[in-house]
DNA sequence: TTCTTGTTAGCACGAATTGCAGATTAGGAG
DNA sequence: CTCCTAATCTGCAATTCGTGCTAACAAGAA
């Protein structure tokens, strides 16, 4: 039972109900937004965008999802430095990176809820982000093809990879 | 205790090991970084290092701090997008954010090594991290000065889990 | 239909970081 | 100590990701 994205038909109506315009662009990103179940970036949502709708700005990619964050219909999903993720799925979940190829995995972790920062008492804490780094199948697999092994910590190549 | 960045001869040491050389610049890379309790960014490092060295240049600063993340020596954590902190911190930690003021704090967390993704069995796991987003004590204040209240889970979340 | 606003497109701008290339220098060989 | 060569430094251009601005435009109420 995941909470995903609102309908597009929904979100017009939210829209509507913040005396914001329904226009053709918000529709069509609505759609869009809704069927994807990945994590795109604003280009890659704006490549779609562009093909059923020749002319639309990459401007107004980025407003609508901005909006949509803003009104907590959407999250944003920034990862190891490269272009801002959107998350259409709203459930409390957290995410699995490949350091190779760069995909990301929505994840249910249990216990997730009960951690608990030592140094931080003055702290109110309000939300709490878990990131897996590691290495997918399919990756692993040409990993092991040519050799390489599965390095520990290194920053630079998550870096690398988010680009 | 805290497992913090290797002395700057310690480093010095490792980059000649390494076929690398031991320039001014890099000295004064490394004492500074070695002094550092907080997470600064590129930038930030530049205008300290500049006092002690006008002239040195902020690529050289941008070059270090990836040689150094790229051999283990040193940490980067990108949260939320703003420019890149790197983390003297080498010891096994996670990270506690002020959502106010940016501030970031290391912290232990306890558990965190068990913690467990669902929906990812085929990713060989490598490391999990783990980022608190909170307010701290004094935006705290500020806060309850102004009347605003700490944001929950965004509202949509909220709308639903509710249900 | 008309009017009032919110929106869009498009480009300039800005922040952060990297690519490039010529001038410079650390560090080993002699 | 001097010389030599590869590594390094600096400065600037280029790139990437995203936002500010504004004139033209269109959604939705009256």
Redesign the pocket.
């Known amino acids: 039972m995941v909470f995903r994205m609102q309908s597009p038909a929904a979100l017009a109506a939210i829209?509507?109900s913040m005396?914001?315009?329904?226009?053709?662009?918000?529709q069509l990103l609505f759609q869009l937004m809704h069927e994807n179940d990945c994590h795109p970036?604003?280009?890659a949502l704006f490549a779609e965008a562009s093909a059923q709708?020749p002319?639309?700005?990459?401007?107004?990619v980025?407003?609508?999802l901005?909006e949509l964050a803003e009104m907590g219909e959407l999250q944003f999903i920034d990862i190891g430095?490269?272009?801002?993720r959107f998350d259409p799925n709203l459930d409390d979940h957290h995410h699995v990176v490949c350091i190779d190829c760069g995909q990301i995995r929505d994840v249910q972790v249990s216990g997730a809820a009960a951690l608990h920062p030592s140094g931080a008492e003055d702290f109110v804490i309000n939300e709490v982000g878990v990131v897996f780094q590691g290495v997918c199948s399919s990756c692993e697999k040409s990993r092991a093809k040519s050799g390489r092994s599965v390095r520990a910590k290194s920053p630079a190549l998550q870096?690398k990879v988010s680009?």
Chains 1, 2 share one sequence.
């Open positions: 829209y509507r005396g914001r315009k329904v226009t053709p662009q918000r970036t604003a280009e709708m002319g639309i700005s990459l401007r107004t980025y407003q609508t901005n430095g490269g272009p801002t870096a680009k």
